[in-house]
């Protein structure tokens, strides 16, 4: 598994083009996209609480034409301070690139997470994960303000130093997205999502079931209101301290 999505990722760097007529090549264009929210705690997309309090949640994307990108994301505990060791105070770096192929769309690259306190500033790597992924998905048109995404995401972490086998470990997340544009200002989205957990971080391997529905408020051209309702937890049983969670977040997004 971990060979098949680290050849997607030279497919994602270069490798895996799309051909375009000469009158559709893209621009050499950026786009910046940017959001916080306030998340009423920090939950992995595997269940695990990472910090049990309150948090923002700040991203900024700059993507270029051509599909590659650039994301910058942190979380900050409003408890302690920014730079303290606490999973509620992270930092992430995701280099990749996504494309349209045969229909569907594709995104592949390689996500860095500074779990030890920012220590990626200080030079050392100890704890923090190394992550390549590749995800595939597909839209389906049910009627002009009704969409349905079907998605399969894979991502193997590796530890950033060292052979820790707790920092190991592959995630497959099976994802329908449903998106319903009831205005031109004001649209829902539900995602159910199925994630399959053989042990990454040194959790037990389980099946994680997921639901989320997030509704948008249009402010402006490129400005959002967002709001979102997680429910997230083990389908099988597990010895780890994962349970069923319910998470909260408001925010702001922008593009330019």
């Not at 690259?109 to 790597?125: E, K, P």
């Not at 829902?188 to 997921?210: C, E, H, M, N, P």
């Not at 639901?211 to 597990?238: D, F, Q």
């Amino acid at each position: 598994m971990l060979s098949l999505v680290a050849a997607a990722i030279i497919v994602a760097l270069g490798f895996g083009n799309v051909s375009y007529a000469a009158d559709e090549k893209p621009e050499n264009t950026f786009e910046v996209a940017a959001s916080s929210k306030w998340v009423s705690q920090y939950v992995g997309d595997a269940g695990a609480v990472f910090y049990e309090g309150a948090v923002l949640h700040n991203e900024l994307t700059v993507t270029h034409s051509s599909g590659l990108y650039l994301d910058v994301w942190g979380s900050n505990s409003f408890k302690k301070p920014a730079i303290n060791g606490s999973y509620g105070n992270e930092f992430d770096l995701t280099l990749g690139r996504a494309w349209e192929m045969y229909g569907l769309n594709f995104d592949a690259g390689v996500a860095y997470f500074d779990l030890a306190g920012r220590s990626i500033f200080s030079g050392s790597l100890e704890g923090d994960i190394i992550q390549p992924f590749l995800q595939v998905n597909g839209e389906v048109t049910v009627s002009e303000s009704n969409k349905l995404f079907p998605s399969i995401k894979f991502e193997y972490a590796l530890p950033a130093i060292g052979n820790d086998p707790g920092l190991s470990g592959l995630h497959v997340h099976f994802a329908l997205k449903h998106n319903a544009e009831l205005s031109s200002t004001f649209s829902v989205s539900q995602k159910l999502t199925a994630t399959y957990d053989d042990g990454a971080y040194g959790f037990d391997r389980a099946l994680i079931g997921a639901y989320e529905i997030a509704p948008t408020v249009k402010l402006s051209e490129k400005l959002s209101l967002n709001g979102s309702i997680l429910v997230i937890g083990p389908l099988t049983s597990v010895n780890d301290g994962r349970k069923a969670e319910v998470v909260g977040s408001i925010g702001i997004s922008t593009t330019f």
